[in-house]
């Protein structure tokens, strides 16, 4: 079992950053995959960036990238998303998700594990 707790969520401007941190327990985030989804009322659920626990290979919709940056320290059993260059169009719920494979699949349901998510707002 993994479970997790996000944090770093809130009201910000347009073309600002923010970071949003995914603590872990339970298991290590060093192995297993840790993805980043995002909702908005009356959507589906929607990916935004994973990391694998081989190899710390990465993955990002292309609505991010170049955008957002994914990161974990397996010392501190921690998950980040740095987001910078925000848009109106980011803001939603964003969940932190883990899954026991190695893959970064885009679909929500292949994820084992999510957090209770973290508001993001972003004002234009």
């Known amino acids: 079992q993994v479970q997790l707790v996000e944090s770093g969520g809130g009201l910000v401007q347009t073309g600002a950053s923010l970071r949003l941190s995914c603590a872990a327990s339970g298991r290590s985030l060093g192995t297993v995959t840790t993805g980043w989804f995002r909702q908005v009322p009356g959507k589906e659920r929607e990916f935004v960036a994973a990391i694998s626990w081989v190899g710390a290979s990465t993955s990002y919709a292309e609505s991010v990238k170049g955008r957002f940056t994914i990161s974990r320290d397996n010392a501190k059993n921690m998950g980040y998303l740095q987001m910078n260059s925000l848009k109106p169009e980011d803001t939603a719920l964003y969940y932190c998700?883990?899954?026991?494979?190695?893959?970064?699949?885009?679909?929500?349901?292949?994820?084992?594990?999510w957090g209770q998510g973290t508001q993001v707002t972003v004002s234009s």
């Open positions: 998700a883990a899954r026991r494979g190695a893959n970064m699949p885009p679909s929500s349901n292949e994820y084992d594990y």
